[in-house]
């Protein structure tokens, strides 16, 4: 292997696991949407919430 291809996977595989890293971020923060139930009050809010 010459030398630019070592560096271009070495730069892919250091990309790849920043985007991996993120994507397990923004997971932990966030949940399923299909995990909450279905609530009255999303379902058809009310006009008392205010």
Known sequence: M????IVFIILAAIFLLIMF????????????PGSKGNL???????????
């Open 40 to 50: 009255k009050e999303r379902m058809a809010p009310t006009e008392s919430s205010n």
């Open 2 to 5: 010459n030398k630019n291809k």
């Open 21 to 32: 890293w993120i994507g397990i971020d923004i997971s932990r923060k966030t949940t399923f």
